[in-house]
């Protein structure tokens, strides 16, 4: 991986290795996720029309664009809450015919826009359910793991979720997605809604979950910030992937910087 821009500095304390690791990786050569065709339609609209891309096992990938450009509708057909056409290949094998609570046991897990904590639950049981299918005797460890990576969320254990702040509930959204020991971790809009301290060390986690060895694809209205973290990039206009690059490169187009940079 790159390294990281000046403005993230690493993380004081950052874990060494894989937090949570999993058995059988996907090999070398393969993509990880292979969407070929997709297409999501709300009635009579079409969100996402016929797109295609793939994601390297290791790699942090972006999915930028304005509102409305079908990235969300992406993420959701990807983890199997939307109904979609065109064909999703995960690890090789196709899911798109897969129901989503069956994705999470393979080892794909999405972090959704507006992190969906369970408020009335605390912390430490909201982590807890993001192993909820898991049959194993390491998931105490693999807590322990979590609060080594995110010890914001050791200190406020006992918290109740819907009292956390923001960003507290962005990291624990983004620990209890690692709880199921995810080969790619899906991020829908991680920033959205907090304050620019806070967005910093929300990327600071994910950017050292993404040097740990799980695969990333994030989808980010903060187009700067996504492309400085992430290695390829694919822009998204009105439901169609205009353009497709290393993240420098479409850092460097002059579409991408007038229309997303601000230049």
């Not at 996720?33 to 996402?48: E, M, P």
């Amino acid at each position: 991986m790159s390294t990281p821009p000046p403005n993230l500095p690493r993380q004081a304390g950052e874990v060494t290795g894989h937090p949570l690791p999993r058995e059988g990786g996907w090999g070398d050569g393969h993509p990880l996720l292979a969407v070929t065709d997709l297409s999501v339609r709300y009635g009579g609209i079409a969100a996402v029309k016929g797109v295609s891309f793939d994601v390297a096992a290791g790699e942090m990938v972006c999915l930028i664009g304005a509102n409305g450009a079908g990235k969300t509708s992406t993420l959701k057909a990807l983890a199997r809450l939307l109904p979609a056409g065109g064909e999703i290949r995960y690890q090789g094998e196709r899911i798109d015919g897969l129901p989503s609570h069956e994705l999470i046991s393979r080892g794909l897990a999405l972090v959704p826009e507006g992190r969906g904590v369970f408020a009335r639950l605390s912390v430490a049981e909201n982590l807890v359910m993001g192993a909820y299918h898991r049959r194993d005797n390491g998931i105490d460890i693999d807590l322990e793991r979590i609060y080594e990576l995110l010890p914001r969320l050791k200190e406020r254990q006992g918290q109740l979720a819907g009292t956390l702040s923001g960003g507290e509930q962005q990291m624990l959204a983004i620990g209890r997605a690692l709880m199921g020991r995810p080969h790619l971790l899906l991020l829908d809009e991680p920033s959205m809604g907090l304050a620019p301290l806070m967005v910093q060390k929300v990327f600071e986690v994910i950017r050292s979950v993404a040097a740990q060895g799980v695969t990333v694809l994030l989808v980010e209205q903060n187009a700067r910030l996504a492309l400085q973290v992430c290695q390829r990039g694919y822009v998204m206009e009105s439901g169609c992937i205009t353009l497709a690059g290393p993240a420098t490169e479409l850092s460097a187009d002059p579409r991408v910087r007038a229309a997303y940079l601000g230049e």
